[in-house]
């Protein structure tokens, strides 16, 4: 049975059935096999659990951040100096939050 929320390679392989019995092989190669692998990730329908464990500036430009996720996850942080504002005027919000933080990526190296 599949378990919710997690990752599988897939391979898929066919053989002819209209030579049933032949003597020579009528499958697929095993390259032919790989190159059919997909990775499928089931559906989790919960968010991950996050927890800000530390924070430490460790130069005047490099803030290291270490935080605890209950789940596989990719994690966005940014920073600013004062509250941030969309291109609207408007303050981090729950309509805009994520917008904000991930268009921040650009601005990392």
Do not use: H
């Amino acid at each position: 049975a599949l378990l919710l929320g997690t990752d599988y390679d897939v391979y898929c392989f066919a053989e002819d059935d209209l030579c049933d019995g032949c003597k020579v092989t009528t499958g697929m190669t095993a390259a032919a096999v790989l190159g059919t692998l997909t990775p499928v990730r089931t559906l989790d329908t919960t968010p991950p659990a996050i927890r800000l464990v530390r924070t430490e500036s460790l130069s005047k430009n490099t803030i290291e951040i270490t935080l605890q996720v209950d789940e596989g996850s990719r994690v966005w942080c940014a920073a600013w100096t004062s509250a941030p504002q969309d291109g609207y005027g408007d303050f981090i919000q729950e309509s805009n939050f994520e917008g904000l933080i991930k268009g921040k990526a650009a601005d990392c190296a």
